[in-house]
């Protein structure tokens, strides 16, 4: 297993029901405990875990969600504990089942990380780089490692699986391997991060969490999340030129203002910062089709944001990783012969839902550049409807939601009472934004 990030560590857990030893190489030195590394850039900014996430972290790992609980870790029922506002005004807050989980992502990496080491059969190895494959000219037989302060050698192996991230270089190992590259392709969303911790008064709010989406009449947006360690997690962000947040303190909540819903701003307005301003410009999104390549040898797949490198915007980095783990126990439970061609045809369609639902996101900005088909456009077209009434309708907001969540598939939202409302509702002018107490809506 070449990465311990969270699609290293879900792999791992997986792969130790099918093979008698697991190895997991990291260049990082990782930290023991709850604590941000060199390899996580992004784990300083606002996380959650979408409630098929949760879902499969409580399969893999039971009884993982208590654990971190007691850790200052947020159960929460997305649409009831949290404040979405996709369109102009917020979501109903009623109870829909899905089940997410506020977290900082050192403290999700940790859990996760403790319960594969404690497995028996699963050894982590830090500050060990992988630097190529091996290979036999037929299948791919293990890789080599370069110790920090050592010499390069060689570790044979029956499966090699590339965990490495979004800046992976299996691409190029398998180039010179004699092996094609797998087709890409790139979205650059032109968004930037800034976030901020400020310290939370348990019971304070009625939220566990604002969401603010950018939209094609509003490019940009705001996230604040109740995380382990009594603070908000809190990420502003822009799209396009002029759009960045500033990282100016000062500047920094008075920017929250021009949002919709008034909740990031006032809580921004009294709450107490715990550090200053940090900037992210995202970098490409970025989709490697390994299932469509003619020539796949044996011995080797990739899995997490070695295959698809989303737009963290939208929070499904973790999640996909999730499934696909799931993916690969299945795909080996068939055998290992063929296994690689197996697990990307699957893993293709647990990335199609989310990558179509980032990307088109992305392209309703015109300054984004990318394909934009008679369905890209159609798609945005309706969402935007979609997101409209979700203020409206709890019905549509909860249905979005699933989908959203990976908990339902897309056609879910073309359902013949879905479209209704959300031709019905979306048509209709927005009223003032103001915050409501939780009440009987329209569903």
């Known amino acids: 297993m070449l990465g311990a990030s969270m699609a290293g560590l879900l792999a791992a857990r997986v792969l130790s029901e099918s093979f008698a030893n697991v190895t997991i190489f990291d260049r990082d030195t990782l930290p023991a405990g709850a604590a941000g590394r060199k390899g996580v850039p992004q784990g300083e900014h606002s996380h959650g875990l ?22 200052g870790a947020i159960p929460v029922d997305l649409m009831r504990d949290c404040v979405w506002v996709t369109g102009d005004r917020p979501m109903p807050r009623v109870a829909s089942g899905l089940a997410g989980l506020c977290v900082s992502r050192p403290l999700i990496e940790a859990g996760v990380r403790r319960r594969v080491r404690a497995l028996p059969n699963v050894v982590i190895l830090d500050g060990h780089e992988a630097t190529g494959l091996l290979f036999d000219g037929r299948k791919v037989t293990g890789a080599k490692v370069l110790p920090a302060g050592g010499s390069e050698h060689d570790i044979a192996a029956d499966l090699v699986v590339d965990a490495t991230g979004r800046g992976n270089r299996g691409p190029t190992w398998l180039a010179a391997l004699g092996f094609e590259r797998p ?20 019971g304070r709010e009625d939220f566990a969490a604002v969401v603010n989406s950018p939209n094609a009449g509003r490019p940009f947006g705001a996230v604040a999340i109740a ?7 809190v990420t502003l962000l822009g799209v396009g030129a002029g759009q960045a947040p500033p990282t100016d303190p000062d500047a920094y909540a008075a920017f929250t203002a021009k949002l919709p819903d008034p909740r990031v701003h006032e809580l921004l307005s009294t709450a107490e910062p715990l550090g200053p301003p940090l900037r992210m410009r995202l970098p490409a999104s970025v989709r490697r089709r390994y299932e469509r390549m003619d020539r796949l040898p044996d011995g080797f797949v990739a899995i997490g944001d070695a295959i698809c490198a989303f737009n ?11 499934a696909e783990a799931i993916e690969l126990r299945d795909a080996l ?17 647990v990335v199609d839902v989310p990558w179509d639902i980032a990307v088109g996101a992305d392209l309703a900005n015109p300054e984004v550049q990318g394909e934009r088909t008679g369905k890209t456009r159609f798609l ?16 549509v907001g909860r249905r979005f939601l699933q989908v959203a969540n990976l908990m339902q598939a ?24 103001q915050v409501p107490q939780r009440q009987k809506v329209a569903a």
């Open 50 to 71: 979408l409630a098929r996430g949760r879902q499969v972290l409580e399969e893999l790992f039971p009884g993982i969600v208590t654990e971190l609980t007691a850790e």
């Open 183 to 202: 087709a890409e392709e790139r979205v650059d969303p032109l968004t930037v991060y800034v976030s901020r911790d400020y310290r939370r008064v348990p």
């Open 227 to 233: 995380a382990d360690g009594d603070r908000w997690m």
């Open 312 to 322: 963290p915007a939208y929070g499904q980095g973790m999640t996909v990783a999730a």
């Open 333 to 349: 439970r068939a055998g290992r012969a063929g296994l690689p061609r197996r697990f990307y045809a699957k893993a293709a369609k």
């Open 380 to 395: 945005n077209a309706y969402v935007a409807k979609i997101q409209t009434a979700s203020g409206r309708s709890a019905a």
């Open 410 to 433: 897309p056609p879910a939202l073309f359902a013949p009472g879905i479209v209704a409302r959300a031709l019905w509702f979306g048509r209709r002018r927005p009223a003032a934004v």
